[in-house]
């Protein structure tokens, strides 16, 4: 099966503004106490969970369950996971200003693994948007100002999650012919819901000493986490055009800038209050992610 042009297409944008969603609203969690590593075990549990619904979509044209295929399944879940842990510490540790840039970066390890893995060409016109594009993450989510200490720290695990997200998507578009879709999502990802128990002894309080609405938030922020990881996976393992895929996922940041101004006091997040100047490079930001966007078009 492969997908046409224009779903291509959509499925990461709409996956795009699925996560910008879904990060107002674990912001939100975040503010009524959950902290990252319990935001982190909820969403891992839900997406896992989610994804085993997959199994019911057997088109019968997946490969054999052989101990490599599995196993395969099983290292993509494995590295998706500790791109997530490392997301977590790059918050957590450093500035979420300094971090954001830095794991929009991913697009860049994407392309640079696309060709060393993959042997997929790269046209001029796809490596300049790439470039665009991590400059926009800059200018959308960066501040000219940082703690040096914090900013080491966003810059070490940021990378570190924008380079394991990469190898994520990579070796999914090589090895999910092995097992077939509907097989090698609900494995890879629901092996996620074994390695999240590693993040218990990092929680603060028990998790159900959270407050029942702030549960809520951080489960409906997961059911749409995966939501747009289901987008982003179906267009990687379909559309084969895993470099354009990520720069068209990473208009996020265009919506995180829209949502946040238009809806974000809604949800409690103060953003909007920015003065002009943090305005004006983050608007300039989403010209050039656009300017990306229209590179890579069909």
Known sequence: MTLSPAVATALPLLSAFGYAVAAIILKRATEGGA??????FVVNLTMGALFQLFWWFDDGQGGPFTVVAVLHALIVGAVFFAGQ???????SRGDVSVATPVLGAKVLFVAFLAV?????????SLWVATLMTCVAMALLGGEWRADRARMLSSLLYGGLAAGLFATSDILTQTWVGELGMPHFAPLAFGAMLFYSWLLVPKFSQPLLALPPRVLLWTLAGGILLWLQCTGMVLAISLAHEVTRTNIL????????????????????????SVGP?????RLLGAAILLGAVFLVRR
């Open 35 to 40: 902290g990252p590593w319990r935001i982190g």
């Open 116 to 124: 060393l893995v993959l042997g997929e060409p790269l046209t001029a």
């Open 249 to 272: 996922y990473n208009t996020r940041g265009i919506w995180s800038v829209a949502l946040v101004w238009v809806v974000g006091h809604w949800f409690g997040n103060a953003e909007r």
């Open 85 to 91: 842990y490392f997301t977590f510490l790059a918050l």
């Open 277 to 281: 100047a943090v305005m004006t490079r």
